[in-house]
């Protein structure tokens, strides 16, 4: 059995997702499900950013690896895809 069910029955994906949800909501007055989708997709957009930062041929700031993975998801939200 996992070490979080002991004390959290939360994983901690859900977990974090959770608390970044409730503080888009609390700061910027943002609802559910908007704040839950917001919270996830800024996770996504860093671990997408980060897995490509910390490659061994990357030079790039952390910070435009993440804006061009925010690029491509608006693109494949609007239909399209950077490649295309």
């Known amino acids: 059995m996992p070490s979080w069910t002991t004390a959290d029955p939360t994983p901690p994906a859900a977990a974090e997702t959770s608390s970044v949800s409730r503080r888009v909501g609390g700061r910027h007055g943002v609802t559910e499900p908007e704040a839950s989708l917001a919270a996830e997709a800024g996770i996504a957009l860093f671990k997408v950013g ?35």
């Open 50 to 84: 980060f897995h490509h930062w910390i490659a061994a041929d990357e030079e790039r700031e952390l910070s435009l690896l993440m804006r061009e993975a925010l690029d491509a998801l608006k693109a494949v939200t609007a239909g399209s895809s950077p490649g295309r």
